[in-house]
């Protein structure tokens, strides 16, 4: 049964740092994974999604990684700046049905 | 831009009322899912749908019931409301494979 692990659950880093976000995921055998961002109180929005084929994805100043065979994704945020501010998810998606797997978030605070 | 929207951002209910929540798309997406998250337990499936009038159980249907009679239209029923079912509701849309599209969530208290 695949199980998402994002680690840490929670990061602080001054504004203008470059950061990383790690999510690792057991089961290699996916369709996609993908990247979401959660303000409090609110909906989520989709950031990224990476095929199981490809190897990133970029928007803007965020780039997601995928790296099938060991299992991880990382979200690559460039210049982070107090709007970054937000609880990021990822969500990884098998052949065999439509359902989402989930992490459990990793909450990140920029601090002007 | 794609929109997912549910029909209330908040809601108090009693115990034992029956509940309707309301969640329409517009990008004609075949596939729609009903969410709650609670602090500490994240994001739990309720019920998905890949079809008009289909419907698949997720991890905790107990408690709720679906329907789904327009492509567009995706509700989610609570029977008889108990205070354990207070929590967000995030209804979510998407074609196969494809981005999820989130609403904004439902902040529903059973009192």
């Known amino acids: 049964k695949q199980e998402v692990t994002q680690i840490p659950a929670a990061l602080s880093v001054p504004e203008g740092e470059n950061l990383v976000l790690n999510c690792s995921f057991t089961d290699s055998a996916i369709y996609n994974l993908q990247w979401f961002r959660q303000d409090p109180g609110k909906g989520l929005t989709s950031l990224l999604l990476?095929?199981?084929s490809q190897r990133e994805q970029t928007s803007g100043r965020l780039n997601a990684s995928l790296d099938k065979s060991s299992g991880r994704s990382t979200l690559y945020i460039a210049a982070s700046q107090p709007g970054d501010s937000a609880t990021y998810l990822c969500?990884?998606?098998?052949?065999?049905?439509?359902?989402?797997?989930w992490g459990a978030g990793t909450k990140l605070i920029i601090k002007p | 831009d794609v929109k997912v929207t549910q029909s209330s951002r908040y809601l108090v209910k009693r115990t034992g009322e029956k509940v309707f929540l309301e969640c329409v798309q517009d990008?004609?997406?075949?596939?729609m899912f009903w969410y709650r998250q609670d602090p500490g337990l994240g994001l739990r499936l309720i019920y998905f749908?890949?079809?008009?009038?289909?419907?698949e159980k997720g991890d905790i249907p107990e408690g709720y019931s679906v329907s789904r009679e327009k492509k567009e239209r995706f509700s989610l029923i609570l029977e008889s409301a108990s205070t354990n079912q207070t929590s967000m509701y995030l209804c979510a849309s998407s074609f196969s494979y494809e981005k999820l599209f989130f609403g904004s969530g439902t902040q529903l208290s059973v009192l």
């Open positions: 749908s890949y079809d008009v009038k289909m419907k």
């Open positions: 990476i095929q199981s």
């Open positions: 990008m004609d997406h075949e596939n």
């Open positions: 969500a990884t998606e098998s052949y065999s049905n439509y359902q989402l797997i």
